[in-house]
Each structure stands twice: as structure tokens, then as C-alpha cells.
């Protein structure tokens, strides 16, 4: 099977307003499942709070979730002690593979506005 490689367009926002914390950190991306969460890929937040991921998306595709083609991403940040700093709230089934109308293309690009959770 050849891969599906999408790719997510984060748009990280704060409760407080400030991405100081965050800012030139590795961001982790993950699909939310009942059991275990999927690591998609890594980033590094930018100065405007955006990060930009690329992963097939078969990955998303474990044990709890065998055939999962609409992901629940989320992001992470961690300071250099391991401590999370950061976590979004869940973008729920995301549909990288639903066709535009007009070209009948798929949407293998998505932007996300993450909210901080």
C-alpha cells in the first residue's frame, strides 16, 4: 500500500495571549485514541505560533484504532525537564481525505487552530 502523506498547518494560540514559553520549541503532534495516543510527527513552534507537521497517515492506524483515516490531533510542548507546557485541545476528525467540489482534489493539507487546552 503506498503511503497517504498529509501535512497539518498548526496555528497555536493561548489562553494568556503569550507564546513566549513556547516559541523555537520542538512541538509534538498526536492522533487521540481511547487506549494509547499516536505520535504523528515533530516541529518546532515558530515566532507567530505556527508549526508545520508531515506524516503518512497510516500511522494513525494502531490497535485501537485499526482503520482510522480522520484523526483527533493534538499538540504537545515539554520544557527541558520533560514537563508539559503546553497542550492543545483536540481537533476532532480531521478529514485529510475528503475531496474539494470544484478540482475534485483531496485535501492533503489542513490548518488547524489549536486552542490551548
Do not use: W
Not at 490531533?73 to 497542550?87: E, M, S
Not at 482534489?105 to 490548518?111: A, C, G, N, V, Y
Amino acid at each position: 500500500m503506498q503511503p497517504t502523506f498529509v501535512r497539518v498547518i498548526a496555528k497555536l494560540t493561548s489562553r494568556a495571549g503569550n507564546l513566549d514559553a513556547i516559541v523555537g520549541r520542538a512541538v509534538r503532534l498526536y492522533d487521540a485514541d481511547p487506549l494509547s495516543d499516536d505520535f504523528l510527527s515533530s516541529s518546532t513552534v515558530e515566532a507567530d505560533g505556527t508549526a508545520a507537521f508531515l506524516f503518512d497517515l497510516s500511522v494513525c492506524q494502531s490497535l485501537d484504532s485499526l482503520f482510522e483515516t480522520k484523526p483527533d490531533l493534538f499538540c504537545v510542548v515539554a520544557a527541558d525537564d520533560g514537563r508539559i507546557i503546553y497542550r492543545s485541545s483536540i481537533h476532532a476528525d480531521t478529514d485529510f481525505l475528503s475531496t474539494d467540489p470544484a478540482s475534485g482534489e483531496q485535501h492533503r493539507t489542513i490548518e488547524v487552530e489549536f486552542q490551548e487546552a
